[in-house]
């Protein structure tokens, strides 16, 4: 859809990327527990996931209401392959076609995401920024079933604590972003998208599954507002070798020098409280990061620079 001719925002036709709708197989997918002894499964989860109940096909939850759930219980495979992934998802035909009070809750008047943790994991800093950005609306997207419900459990504890509750402004979905990024956000919409500790994808046939490329980056500069923020961390030296070299080439974006971007709380958070970050402290391995600003506006194009 995204042709690499050099303005970053050549796309054929918008309508090709939002009038097209998948809807779910007839067969359905449960989700089985970590625990052998444990027979109960839960019900299918769609793409979009509020922040509804769901229970167990016996009608025995393994997390009471609003109670904070065991990770033990969500386990999954650390990785998915986006490219091949057929879970039976479903994706809105456009941004528009979302009801986004579901996911917010105690918000009022127009809703929609304006910070993304894209491949969130176990929730770490989405729920970690909730408080950082108390008037920025986050959500986490995750394409694994089990650790998206166990986000959304996390989050619901974390509402209904105390008098008054927090969190009421973080949210996650189900979502393959490297697919469907364009049918849940607006363009220009967002100010911060996290990409924390991403599969590296080692095998070199491999590297096209890799959540940062040219033809990514240029969705994610589409959705970006102007000056916004691309957060980039992994703890394999060359993906963020790869990071970096994608990022520079790319006409929409420009590296935030690192004496300057470390004084942004966001990338302390982003260090230190997700949990690949966690366990990558613990082991004593490095984390790179990097942070990218959205440029205002794509350069010109001429005679003079159109073979550079």
């Known amino acids: 859809i995204?042709?690499?001719?050099?303005?970053?925002?050549?796309?054929?036709?918008?309508?090709?990327?939002?009038?097209?709708?998948?809807?779910?197989?007839?067969?359905?997918?449960?989700?089985?527990?970590?625990?052998s002894n444990e027979k109960n499964q839960l019900l299918p989860l769609p793409a979009t996931i509020g922040l509804e109940q769901y229970s167990f096909t016996d009608g025995v939850d393994i997390t009471p209401s609003g109670a904070m759930p065991q990770k033990k219980y969500y386990r999954s495979r650390a990785h998915a392959n986006p490219l091949s992934f057929n879970d039976n998802l479903s994706y809105p035909k456009s941004p528009d076609a979302i009801d986004w009070r579901s996911y917010y809750s105690n918000l009022s008047g127009p809703v929609h995401p304006t910070v993304l943790d894209i491949g969130c994991g176990f929730g770490g800093l989405t729920c970690s920024l909730s408080p950082l950005l108390p008037s920025s609306r986050i959500m986490g997207m995750e394409i694994r079933a089990k650790v998206c419900e166990y986000v959304r459990l996390r989050i619901m504890s974390l509402r209904n604590e105390g008098d008054k509750g927090t969190h009421h402004n973080a949210a996650v979905i189900r979502v393959n972003t490297m697919k469907n990024l364009l049918n849940y956000i607006a363009p220009g919409t967002l100010s911060k998208i996290f990409i924390c500790f991403p599969d590296p994808h080692f095998k070199t046939k491999n590297?096209?599954?890799?959540?940062?490329?040219?033809?990514?980056?240029?969705?994610?500069?589409?959705?970006?507002?102007?000056?916004?923020?691309?957060?980039?961390?992994?703890?394999?030296?060359?993906?963020?070798?790869?990071?970096?070299?994608?990022?520079?080439?790319?006409?929409?974006?420009?590296?935030i020098p690192d004496t300057e971007a470390i004084k942004d709380p966001c990338v302390k958070l982003m260090i230190e409280t997700t949990e690949e970050g966690k366990k990558v402290e613990r082991s004593g391995s490095n984390k790179y990061w990097a942070v990218y600003k959205r440029l205002e506006e794509p350069p010109k194009i001429s005679k003079d620079n159109f073979f550079t």
């Open 2 to 35: 995204l042709t690499l001719s050099k303005s970053p925002f050549h796309i054929l036709n918008m309508s090709d990327l939002t009038n097209s709708v998948h809807e779910p197989d007839a067969k359905k997918t449960k989700l089985n527990t970590a625990s």
């Open 207 to 255: 590297h096209r599954r890799r959540i940062v490329t040219y033809d990514l980056l240029t969705e994610y500069a589409y959705v970006l507002a102007p000056g916004s923020k691309l957060y980039l961390i992994t703890d394999v030296e060359e993906l963020h070798n790869w990071h970096v070299e994608k990022s520079d080439s790319h006409e929409m974006f420009e590296r």
